[in-house]
C-alpha cells in the first residue's frame, strides 16, 4: 500500500500587475442596438464612442462598459 503525502500552498489572488501581463482594455457597447465601440485600453475612448453613437441615435440612451482585466494566482509559503 502506498501512502500519500500532500503538502499544501496558500495562494493570494488578484488583478495580475507584471509587465507582461495583458492590458486592461475596455469596450463601450448600446444597449439598444448591440452595437459595441472599437477594443480601447483607456476608458475614455468608449465614451467618446457612446456619444458619437447618440448624436447619430439620439434615442439610444442606454450603454454597458466590457472590461477586461487579467488575473493571476500568487504562489504563497507551503504549509
Ligand atoms: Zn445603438
Known sequence: M???VHRFRE??????LQPAAEPI??????KACG????????PADG???AVGHLKANPD???YREHIRRPYRF??????
Open 2 to 4: 502506498t501512502r500519500a
Open 11 to 16: 495562494y493570494k489572488f488578484g488583478p495580475d
Open 25 to 30: 482594455t475596455t469596450a463601450m457597447q448600446c
Open 35 to 42: 452595437l459595441t465601440g472599437g477594443t480601447a485600453e483607456e
Open 47 to 49: 465614451s467618446a464612442w
Open 60 to 62: 439610444h440612451l442606454e
Open 74 to 79: 500568487e504562489a504563497g509559503a507551503w504549509q
